[in-house]
């Protein structure tokens, strides 16, 4: 069974760096897109972007600017960053694995989310 | 466009049958997958390309695309259906952008 868990660095004061990294159990990270997706207070979700074990990316148009993930084949996890944080990027962070079959891509494993608070 | 469009609230009758739909033109491309999230929960799949359930999720779920329209239908609803339920989709292409919809806040009455 795969398994996937944020860490979370919980507050962010606004105009600094949001890191965040998901650990990949119970399968390897080396086929499959992973992405990181989030979702604001009384919002709905949000795709981040996502990469592929190659290291090959595809962002958020809206966010393109401000982020960056990256992946550690040896250590079966991604990472996320995300310049210049304001309140609006207070969410919970996901962490999924993006796959295709049947016609459709989909996120079939997701982590169970972590709280990031942006504040001075 | 970008977007995929669901209604933001529908309601239904317990044991009554629901359709959540979700418009885009991205779903000329792909089949739409939906997910289920309740407070405090991460999202749930329950229903991925033409009518595909994942293991666990009950056959009252299913799923439809006609052009560019998906809908998820749940047939007999119960209570632990409620929550807020999202399409998703991606774009054709190598460099490709994936798109949820705004979401639809079921209650089930």
Known sequence: QVQLQESSPGLVR????????????????????WSWIRRPPGKGLEWIGDIYHTGSTNYSPSLKSRVIISIDT?????????????????????C??????????????WGRGALVSVSS | SSELTQD?????????????????????SYDASWYQQKPGQAPRRVVYG?????LGIS???????????????????QAEDEGDYYCNSRSSGENYYVVFGGGTKLTVL
């Open chain 2, 8 to 28: 933001p609230a529908v309601s239904v009758a317990l044991g009554q049958t629901v359709r959540i739909t979700c418009q885009g033109d991205t779903l000329r």
């Open chain 1, 96 to 109: 999924a694995r993006f796959a295709y079959n049947y016609g459709s891509w989909y996120f079939d494993y």
């Open chain 1, 14 to 33: 606004p105009s600094e760096t949001l890191s965040l990294t998901c650990t990949v159990s119970g399968g390897s990270i080396t086929s499959y897109f």
């Open chain 1, 74 to 94: 040896s250590q079966n996890q991604f990472s996320l960053k995300m310049t210049s944080v304001t309140t609006a990027d207070t969410a919970v962070y996901y």
């Open chain 2, 59 to 77: 056959d009252r779920f299913s799923g439809s695309t006609s052009g560019n329209t998906a809908s998820l239908t749940i047939s007999g609803a």
């Open chain 2, 50 to 54: 033409n009518n595909n359930r994942p």
